[in-house]
């Protein structure tokens, strides 16, 4: 059974950071594209940022330059550094990890269970 957990979310004002962790069970996942995707009231849920265990990573138009996704394969974690957050950014960002290749984009994979982010002043 695959385990996701996340941690990071919170509420930050325009202009700032946050981080994003995702600790996954098993030892499978270095041949897993890990990533992150995020679902805003009334919208479909969306990429934001994968990356494969060599380092190669795929982001979202959106938040290219914005945001850092790396991963620690000694321990399953993938992380999202968020910074210059606007307020488009607020969503429930989910971890995902997926066997389809970097680059395909639909909903794919394993869920962790969401981290509210809000963007607000």
């Known amino acids: 059974q695959v385990q996701l957990v996340e941690s990071g979310g919170g509420l930050v004002q325009p202009g700032g950071s946050l981080r994003l962790s995702c600790a996954a069970s098993?030892?499978?996942?270095?041949?897993?594209?890990m990533g992150w995707y995020r679902q805003a009231p009334g919208k479909q849920r969306e990429l934001v940022a994968a990356?494969?265990?060599?380092?190669?990573?795929d982001y979202a138009d959106s938040v290219k330059g914005r945001f850092t996704i790396s991963r620690d394969n000694a321990k399953n974690t993938v992380y999202l550094q968020m910074n210059s957050l606007k307020p488009e950014d607020t969503a429930v960002y989910y971890c995902?990890?997926?066997?389809?290749?970097?680059?395909?984009?639909?909903?794919?994979?394993?869920w962790g269970q969401g981290t509210q982010v809000t963007v607000s002043s």
């Open positions: 098993g030892s499978m996942f270095r041949r897993y594209v």
């Open positions: 995902n990890v997926r066997n389809s290749p970097l680059g395909y984009r639909a909903p794919d994979g394993f």
């Open positions: 990356a494969t265990s060599g380092g190669i990573s």
